[in-house]
Structures are given as C-alpha cells and as structure tokens.
C-alpha cells in the first residue's frame, strides 16, 4: 500500500505583452485553460483523456525567455513541456504499436504526496523504411508572413525536409494569401530541384484565406492518395485567418469533415506577436496531426529531420488513457496538463470520440500527484451522500495494487479500437533513487508550475529544477533546459 472533470471548454484569450518597439502591438491569442485540481478517488476513481504530443508550449516558452521575457502563463502546457524531450522507454513488443511503463516515487514538491509516471513508447522507424509519403505544403503567404522568423525562415524548414524525400515519396506545394493555389502539383520526391524552386520562389503579401487554402490542400492530397502510404498536409502559418472561414469553430469543423478522408494533418507555427496558438492547436488535434512551434532552423531540423518519422508517420491515432485508482491506496489525484485533453469517462469505449495520435518513435509521459488514502486529502470537503454510499470491496484492500492504467488506440486505416492494460503497485521510491528520465520529468512539471505560478506547486522552486534536472547529461536539449531555468529565475527576480 502507498504509505507516505468534465471537458473543460476552451476560451481564447490575447495575452498584451510588452512590445519590443513602441509601435508593436503583441495580438497573439492563447486558450485558457485552468489547472487540474486534485478530484477525490471515492467520488472520482476514473481520470480519462486523449494523449498529447505536441510540442509548440517548449519553443514558445524558449523564445520568450530567450528574448528576455516571461512567457504568459496560458503559453504553458506542462504535458508539451514534458513531451518535448525523449525519454528511455522500452521498445514495444508482441507487435504492439507502443509499450506502457509506470512507475511512482515520492512527489518532490510535495513530500507526503507521491507522483505516479505513465510512459508510452512507439515503436521506431527509420525514414529509410517508411511507407511512402503523399504530402501536401500548405503555405500562408499572406502580409502577416512577411518577417524573417516567418515565411523566410518557412522555406529554409521546408528545404530540409525536401533533403530528406525518397524517389517514392510526393510533394505538391499550395499558397494561400487573400485567395489559394496549386503552385506545384503532386512531385516525386526525386525532383528535389524542382520542389526546393517553387518554395523559395514564394512571396508573402495580401490577406489570408486559411479555410479556402485547407479545402483546396486536402483536394489535392486526396487526388494523390497512397493506399499503404503517409498522406498528410503540413500547415505551416501564423494562425492569423482573417478571410472566410477564420473562427476557431469554423476551422475545426472544416477539418473535421475533411479528415475523414484518411489525410493526416500536420500544423507548423511561425513567427512573433500576432501568433494565433489556440487556433492552430485545435486544427492539429481536430486533423489527426501534430503541433510544433518552429522558432530556429535548429527547431526545423529536430522536427523535420532528426524526429521525421515522429512526425511524419503515425503509428497508432485516437490514444486514450483512462486511470482507475484504488480508493483503499490512493485518496485523490490531479492529473498534471494536459487541461485541454480530458475526456468524460464513456468517451474511453466510444470508438467515435477523436483523441489524440502517436508517431514513429514518440514517447509520451504522463504525471498523476498522488494523495495517499492515509494522508488529508487535499480535493476539499464534500457533504455525505443522501442516497447511495461509496463500498470498497475487501479484495481492493489486500491487492497491493494503486491504479490500472488503460490505453485504448487504433491502427492507422482502422475504426476499431484496441486495449492494453497496467496495474500499478504499490512501491514507491524517493525520489533521489529514481532514475534520471523520472526526476528530469518532475523537473519539468515543476518549472511548468512555476511558469503558470500554480497555487499547488508546494515547495517547488527554481533551484529544486535545477537539482532534479541533473547536469543535462551532455544532451544538447536538456543542457538547453537548464539555461532556460536559470534565466528564468533571474527574470523572476
């Protein structure tokens, strides 16, 4: 034993930062989404919601910082802050499309608490040995892509993907300004000349018809399917829609009705100021695709070329993982990110419900601070029910068992879902004999809390980061991390 919601709607919001000239208005626009806070297991033994692998809140909050600014706090998803570092998890096997670890050690933040880490693990692939690939470039060439860190730096991310197309591979190229066009047609990727020609050659300049410019990309993905392939349109834009379909319900019922058609979609986000984040999260999550904020050519290449296959290729859509806590082990638990991702509990076993999607060589953590059933519980006082009572049965007493942990997934072309299955023990750790993949994940939740200035972040503070976080490990990104800690706390001063 362990001694020691409903969906949440989605509100957009601008977050006014200070403008780096006295003429710039910063209009970029962020969903609200509050903190989990802790649910009691005897009223709540169930915690449901659609994985996440996206990765744009890391780069966003690097950018700010970097530029000598503290991020606003609806820019921090601690799930995409986790996410976007890779993690040792075992290869799947017994030709399951992914593995699941747990593991639990005591909260560090929070010692009298514990935190639970679930790990998925899809298998990897080489781009070498993919199946071939039908993509579609959708570029925003509107007047708002106009700066360096936008189209320009767009096509230089696009030149290293092309790099790495194979002969059996396809790109056709689309722009969209104040209308959409074919600027390219469907391409083998052996005509990289060719390719590499009609993206350098675009201009920025005009409005932006982002819904026309989607509609006419998925015709052409659709006209160039790939039975056994990789379809997928790659959207890479500021988010800032402002000619006919431009709110963010039009958008996602655009791409709902247009994923059907078996196209993967992919959003990459550009630039400074007027960056529309909320609206290009939900495109991706609603296109059975991903999200990242490509803020570098270094960025670019870690999501085009040395995570391809992440990116590109997936290998199991509509992952779902749903938690049953065992009210004789565990009193009440928050589930840390993942705000935007939850799921009522029969969503699980809907096969019509869309989640989230995992690609070649992803891993996804997920955190649970744990109150132990011997502990105060800390989700607040709740009157006695009138009319039912809550029963723990004698064998959930004696099992040893704190949680099963349960992922639902699909394969790629298929409609119904499969189950894996996880007990969770009851053995806990310190956190000191945890291995370095589990404290460097706490570190980040923790720095995630402290970004958001969460009420429940306890004792977290920057040097306890820096402390869980290690050295880096001569891992150029975790090394990165660090700094950005650092320099977060003098900011913080």
Request: net charge negative; glycine share 10%; charged share 25%.
């Amino acid at each position: 034993m362990w001694n020691q919601g409903s969906f949440l709607d989605i509100f957009v919001g601008s977050s006014l930062l200070a403008p780096r000239t006295g003429k710039e208005m910063n209009t970029e626009e962020y969903g609200f989404t509050p903190e989990n806070r802790f649910r009691d297991v005897r009223r709540n033994p169930l915690s449901t919601f659609s994985i996440d692998v996206d990765t744009a809140s890391y780069s966003r909050i690097r950018r700010f910082l970097t530029e000598g600014k503290m991020p606003p706090w609806e820019a921090v998803r601690i799930e995409e802050l986790i996410n976007y570092f890779r993690y040792a998890y075992p290869e799947p096997s017994d030709g399951q499309p992914f593995s699941v670890t747990v593991g639990m050690a005591v909260c560090p933040w929070t010692p009298e608490h514990r935190l639970l880490r679930i790990g998925l693990k899809s298998r990897s692939l080489a781009m070498s040995g993919a199946p071939p690939s039908n993509l579609v470039f959708l570029v925003d060439v509107s007047g708002s892509m106009a700066s360096p860190d936008k189209l320009p730096l767009l096509k230089k991310a696009f030149g290293l993907l092309v790099e790495q197309l194979r002969e059996q591979d396809r790109v056709a190229v689309v722009a969209y300004a104040g209308s959409a066009g074919l600027v390219l047609d469907s391409t083998p990727g052996s005509q990289k000349e060719d390719i590499s020609h009609a993206i350098t050659a675009l201009e920025s300049g005009g409005s932006t018809a982002g819904g026309e410019g989607i509609r006419l990309a998925y015709q052409i993905a659709r006209k160039n399917f790939l039975r056994d392939g990789n379809n997928r349109v790659i959207l890479a834009t500021d988010g800032d829609f402002n000619v006919g379909e431009s709110s963010d319900g039009a958008m996602v019922a655009l791409i709902e009705a247009e994923r059907e058609s078996g196209v993967f979609l992919s959003v990459l986000g550009f630039g400074d100021s007027n960056l529309k984040d909320s609206k290009m999260e939900k495109l991706a999550d609603h296109g059975n695709g991903n999200y990242a904020y490509i803020d570098t050519l270094l960025e670019a290449r870690r999501v085009l070329v040395a995570e391809i296959g992440a990116t590109l290729v997936t290998v199991a859509k509509d992952v779902k993982v749903q938690v049953e806590f065992n009210p004789a082990a565990v009193g009440a638990y928050r589930l840390l990110g993942y705000e935007n991702r939850l799921l009522a509990a029969e969503d699980f076993n809907n096969d019509a419900k869309d989640a989230g999607d995992l690609g070649a060589g992803h891993t996804v953590t997920v955190l649970y601070e744990i109150a132990p059933a011997a502990v105060s519980s800390p989700a607040g006082f709740v009157d006695k029910l009138k009319y039912q009572e809550v029963i723990e049965s004698s064998w959930a007493r004696g099992s040893g068992e704190g949680a099963t942990v349960k992922v639902r997934y699909k394969e790629p072309a298929g409609n119904r879902s499969q189950l894996l299955a996880q007990v969770v023990r009851g053995e806990v750790e310190t956190i000191e004999q945890a291995s370095a993949d589990f404290r460097f994940a706490a570190a980040i939740a923790a720095f995630g809390m402290l970004l958001r200035d969460d009420p429940l972040k306890g004792q977290a503070g920057y040097d306890q980061v820096l402390s869980l976080a290690g050295s880096g490990n001569n891992d150029a990104a975790r090394s990165e991390f660090l700094h950005l800690v650092q320099t977060a706390r003098r900011l913080s001063e």
